[in-house]
């Protein structure tokens, strides 16, 4: 599918609603079989995030030979995409596929099971849901809004982003209209740029009309398919803003407390194999994407020069500090993630870190 059909079957977004209602959402069900809605924040079939999100609803429906169907609505088929999390809370949906940061508006702790500034990668994310206390502290949260979470995806480490000039001082930062959600878009404000939050489908637009000097995304892969080499050339690494960019399916906890124990592991580790199969995804094309976008296509590939990195390392520990100013819970959140990214993060220097450093150094791989 090429990129208009993406955009053109993209919805338009719409704000998050401020609070969550406690109605339950009631599938479906005929002849002792249950038809869920999944709705999510991707356009359709967009690669990787839309077909993954398809993935985990092929898995349920196959896994329970039809006993539970599921049924995907793309971005804006059912409810807008940044209104999916309402729609399952308050049950005019099933479930949803998306970016947990999108719910900052609910409690800004949701960004912790997305990504954050200097945040944990792909496989430290995973240590910490899984084992380091993570999930516990997610379902807490989560239940607050009727809604049982898990892990359903990850792109990595992202690219820092589209810019339509050189960036060669914190100078240059300042003014520019760009899109970036979560904190990272929090960190960039503070350092005097105009951030906005757009879903994927309505970024290309905003782009070609002007609305918008640069965005973020997600990676080569993903970049190449919106095509926004066609209106900007400069594209930088690394991105602070979401060093292991996790995705999460969201249940109406009404509906999902109802199922069996084995429907319940049976939705788990549907939602964990396609976090696996996704992150391994994005490895394998990443690579080719962004030679195309180089050798075919002109883009001009940069580093985010060190001071600016740094001064935006700096400001990204003061506002990813801040949750913990929030509540009881933000303040836990906060702290068991950062320990996990001491504790994880310690043996990804001299393990992941340094060998592919030396590899690097050796082979010029």
Sequence with gaps: MDRRSFLKKAGVGGAVAATAASTLATPAISQGKVELKMVTTWPKNFPGL???????????????????TVKLFAAGELVPPFESFDAVSQGTADMYHGAEYYWQGKHKAFNFFASVPMGLTAPEIDAWVN????Q??????????????????NTGVQMGGWFAKEINSIEDLKGLKFRMPGLGGEVLRRLGVNVVALPGGEIFPALQSGAIDGTEWVGPWNDLAFGFYKVVKYYYWPGFHEPGSALGVGINKGVFDKFSDSDK???????LAENNYMYSEFVANNGNALDTLVNEHGVILK???QPVFDAIGGVSEEVVAEVA?????????????????????????????????????????
């Design 325 to 365: 100013e929030g509540d009881d819970l933000g303040k836990r959140v906060y702290e068991s993630y950062i320990k996990a990214r001491k504790n994880a993060g310690g043996w990804t220097k001299i393990s992941m870190q340094a060998y592919t450093i030396a590899r690097d150094r050796v082979l010029g791989v």
């Design 303 to 305: 580093e985010f020069p």
């Design 50 to 68: 839309g077909t993954g999100a398809q993935r985990v609803a092929d898995r349920i429906t196959a896994m329970t030979e039809g006993r539970i």
């Design 131 to 134: 084992h380091m206390g993570g």
């Design 136 to 153: 516990a502290l997610w379902e807490e949260l989560s239940a607050q809004f009727n809604v049982q979470p898990f892990q359903a995806g």
């Design 265 to 271: 592991e049976i939705i788990k580790n549907a939602c």
